[in-house]
T-cell receptor, first 114, second 115 residues
Framework: AQKITQTQPGMFVQEKEAVTLDCTYD???????LFWYKQPSSGEMIFLIY??????QNATEGRYSLNFQKARKSANLVISASQLGDSAMYFC???????????FGQGTILTVHP | DARVTQTPRHKVTEMGQEVTMRCQPI?????VFWYRQTMMQGLELLAY????????DSGMPKDRFSAEMPDATLATLKIQPSEPRDSAVYFC?????????????FGPGTRLTVL
């Protein structure tokens, strides 16, 4: 069974600073995908970034990058130059194989201070 | 700007009533997922369709929940009869599986309150 662990219930960061949100996973599968979603107070789930288990380079999407360390089974999200609008709940998720259901972590609440 | 749409956005009902939630996946997507979010359980999968065929509904209470895709543009999740413990946010997500991996895009959710 797959398991996703987000050990930081809450994180604080100053505006314009970078922040790292931790995510570790547990799986015996060789093929899997890792995702990060943002859930602002409005409740929607916004896709941020994806990393495949066979991807050799870390994924990047604008200010978001995924620090993928396969041997350590970690997939941390790095947000550079934080903005007030980044304040939200962030979920890490994993999928077995190339398609199928996502297994989510418990989430990290990020608060960006001006 | 293609998006997953869900109706209704909010639903308040009384215990025992039937509830139907609808989802319109992104045009051209061939996978549809129903997730439920609660404070206690977090986000969990209820049902999963690919090319309209149900592939996984192991997370769904079969005695009261049912999920269908009458056509490629509509997915429904029905609860009959509803119970207070069904109060949650229900998300629909869609994706496109081709040769590679898909990404799931979520709708805005239906916030259900069962009194």
């Amino acid at each position: 069974a797959q398991k996703i662990t987000q050990t930081q219930p809450g994180m604080f960061v100053q505006e314009k600073e970078a922040v790292t949100l931790d995510c570790t996973y547990d799986t015996s599968d060789q093929s899997y995908g890792l995702f990060w979603y943002k859930q602002p107070s409005s409740g929607e789930m916004i896709f941020l970034i994806y990393q495949g288990s066979y991807d050799e380079q870390n994924a990047t999407e604008g200010r978001y990058s995924l620090n993928f360390q396969k041997a350590r089974k970690s997939a941390n999200l790095v947000i550079s130059a934080s903005q007030l609008g980044d304040s939200a709940m962030y979920f890490c998720a994993m999928r077995k194989g190339s398609y199928g259901k996502l297994t989510f972590g418990q989430g990290t609440i990020l608060t960006v201070h001006p | 700007d293609a998006r997953v749409t869900q109706t209704p956005r909010h639903k308040v009902t009384e215990m025992g009533q039937e509830v139907t939630m609808r989802c319109q996946p992104i045009l051209g997507h061939n996978t549809v997922f129903w997730y439920r979010q609660t404070m206690m359980q977090g986000l969990e999968l209820l049902a999963y369709f690919r090319n309209r065929a149900p592939l996984d509904d192991s997370g769904m209470p079969k005695d009261r929940f049912s999920a269908e895709m009458p056509d490629a543009t509509l997915a429904t999740l029905k609860i009959q009869p509803s119970e207070p413990r069904d109060s949650a946010v229900y998300f629909c997500a869609s994706g496109l599986v081709t040769g590679g991996a898909d990404t799931q895009y979520f709708g805005p959710g239906t916030r259900l309150t069962v009194l």
